[in-house]
């Protein structure tokens, strides 16, 4: 959430004892004593339910959870007084207080810590959005005003919804196995991405145009990436792999800025980067970019991308007019005549 500084994250065992525990999980990114820290600021217990999927609009969550998307409303307030207890039997957990996750040296030494915030998480609507034989969603998103929900999984189908009522108002076939990602665009259109390597670009039901790997589209790298994400600016493309390892490429060039090899020991299921509007640059400080990762190891880490040092253009220009005197001086000193 780029407006109050918030990482959102989730997860867990699902219906199995597995021993973790599922889960949404609110932390609060701040600056203390000019070091980047991430602090737990509240659970959301689901229950038998684990979250594999989320969206975020404004204060909305869409959570994929097995074969349903559940909305999800917070909101966060100052705490009215300091010792503050729970209610016992609760299921969900309140704010916590504060430890402070390894924090990131930061150059910067603002301070952005913010004291006696508390927030709270209401169910809304919830639909099932996926009607296999073994029906799981994999995919949500909204679409630009936040109106709208698309749903996609592993029977094939898209299928969009109002919000926050849930009504459907379109369901189409869009792939022949499942759909591993999709998104809305603000002229209507849908882009899908299948299992049975297909890219699809849709107007409502009828389709637009289609790419087709095996076709006519680039063949595949052995390398074992998994998860990839964009930052906002389209400068810079985050990648997660299979044995856990993260990297930052420039999305233009795909030179590799940042590499940790194996920073999880395990397959990486989301990366996403710090947003760059609302406190997105008051967090990063003198940082290009973040780059958060989680993974199977119930880990969420950040990775910092320092700012790369680059000449000012008005030294570049400085230098390109004195090559040009000294040269020009040269000319004349062997060529008296020349000017």
Known sequence: DPSAGLLIAAGGGGAAKTGIKN???????EQINGRLSASLLHSHDTETRATMNLALAGNILAAGQDAHCQLLRFQTHQ????NKTEKAGCKEQGPRQRKGAAPVEKKSGAETHQEGVELSVENLQAVQTDFSPDPLQKVVCFNHDNTLLATGGTDGYV???KVPSLEKVLEFRAHEGEIEDLALGPDGKLVTVGWDLKASVW???QLVTQLHWQENGPTFSNTPYRYQACSESGTFLGLGTVTGSVAIYIAFSLQRLYYVREAHGIVVTDVAFLPEKGRGPELLGFHETALFSVAVDSRCQLHLLPSR???????????C???IVTTILLLQSVFPGFL
Do not use: A
Not at 23 to 29: A, I, K, N, R, S
Not at 79 to 82: C, I, L, P, S, T
Not at 309 to 319: A, D, Q
């Open 159 to 161: 299928r969009v919804w």
């Open 203 to 205: 107007q409502k039901d």
């Open 321 to 323: 007019v004195g090559l």
């Open 23 to 29: 889960g949404v999980h609110f932390l609060q990114l």
């Open 309 to 319: 040092r680059s000449v000012p253009v008005w030294l570049l220009l400085l230098l």
């Open 79 to 82: 705490q009215k007084g300091k």
